[in-house]
């Protein structure tokens, strides 16, 4: 069974980075896709960005295309998400999750999912 743990969130002013990471606390990610995704209150869950299992293939939403990056280390059992020039609207509790298989931004297919972290964009 695979457990997933979001770390790095927090606080920051407009502008600023923090670097979200997913780590596997049980089992191994090596032959997972991850997903990234984000859920604003009121507002859906929605896919921020995905990574394949070798690393070789990723994808994000338009929303973040140049500001965000997920790379991921199999060695070190997680997959990472360096977030830069935040936004208040990229406020939202962030979760990672993961899926056996190609990735996708498609949320309904992931297996896996972790407890979230919370991130907040404000001056």
């Known amino acids: 069974q695979l457990q997933l743990v979001e770390s790095g969130g927090g606080l920051v002013q407009p502008g600023g980075s923090l670097r979200l990471s997913c780590a596997a606390s049980?089992?191994?990610?090596?032959?997972?896709?991850i997903g990234w995704f984000r859920q604003a209150p009121g507002k859906e869950r929605e896919g921020v960005s995905c990574?394949?299992?070798?690393?070789?293939?990723?994808d994000y939403a338009d929303s973040v295309k140049d500001r965000f990056t997920i790379s991921r280390d199999n060695a070190k059992n997680t997959v990472y998400l360096q977030m830069n020039n935040l936004k208040p609207e990229d406020t939202a509790v962030y979760y990672c999750?993961?899926?056996?298989?190609?990735?996708?931004?498609?949320?309904?297919?992931?297996?896996?999912w972790g407890q979230g972290t919370q991130v907040t964009v404000s001056s």
């Open positions: 999750a993961a899926v056996w298989g190609i990735a996708t931004m498609k949320k309904s297919l992931y297996d896996y």
């Open positions: 049980a089992g191994t990610l090596d032959y997972y896709a």
């Open positions: 990574i394949s299992h070798s690393g070789g293939k990723a």
